[in-house]
Structures are given as C-alpha cells and as structure tokens.
C-alpha cells in the first residue's frame, strides 16, 4: 500500500453550539488550524505517484476560498468541532480523489481529529 499526505493551513472562528456556557468553547474564538490530507493506493500512475502533490491544489483552494478567515459558524452544517471539520473536509476531497483515505485537523500543536470511512 502506497501512501502520501499534504499538510494545508488555515486560520478560522468559531462556537461551538449547545455547550455550557462555563465552556471556553462556547464562546467565540479561533484556531490556526492544520489539516492533512491522505491517499492512499496499491497501484502508482505511470509517473509513480498516488497523485501528484501539485494535482492536489483544488484542495487547497477549498480551504483558502470556504474555510480560511471565515467564521466556521456561518460555513458547515452542524457542528464545528475539528472532528466535523474533518468529515466535512474529507468528504470534499473524496469528491476529487477516490484515493482519499482520511482527513487530519488540528487545532493545537497537540491534538488532532481525524475522520476515515
């Protein structure tokens, strides 16, 4: 199995609905958020990439165009805990790639949230 991923920066505000409003996160605030990309495949193309990184510029301009300095809020359905942002990610990048294995969405350098059929 072949496997690469991409790293793509972003930097957003956010609530997250229906907390107490004891919770920091209740209130508005934002993140510098990282979100990486990976595919995966058995098979190479005949350049020997799963997909060539520069292909992968659509998903980059998803992030600059709907995600980077816009409040969350006011962008995805429901939630937008980095668990929901990587589902909403993911979904948009196996859109473009079959290939596409799982989204990573970090919110710190310490924690991260990750979605995957």
Not at 28 to 56: K, M, P, Q, R, W
Not at 67 to 88: F, K, M, Q, Y
């Amino acid at each position: 199995m072949y496997r690469i991923a991409k790293q793509f920066h972003f930097s957003s505000s956010h609530i997250i609905d229906g907390l107490p409003d004891t919770h920091k996160c209740s209130r508005l605030h934002g993140h510098n958020y990282i979100a990486e990309l990976v595919l995966e495949s058995d098979t190479l193309d005949e350049f020997g990439f799963i997909v060539d990184y520069h292909d992968l510029k659509p998903f980059k301009d998803i992030i600059d165009n709907e995600l980077d300095h816009r409040h969350l809020n006011d962008v995805l359905p429901g939630s937008t805990s980095a668990e929901a942002i990587a589902e909403w990610l993911y979904n948009r990048a196996r859109a473009l790639w079959p290939q596409v294995s799982k989204v990573r969405v970090s919110e710190t350098t310490r924690t991260w949230a990750e979605y995957s059929e």
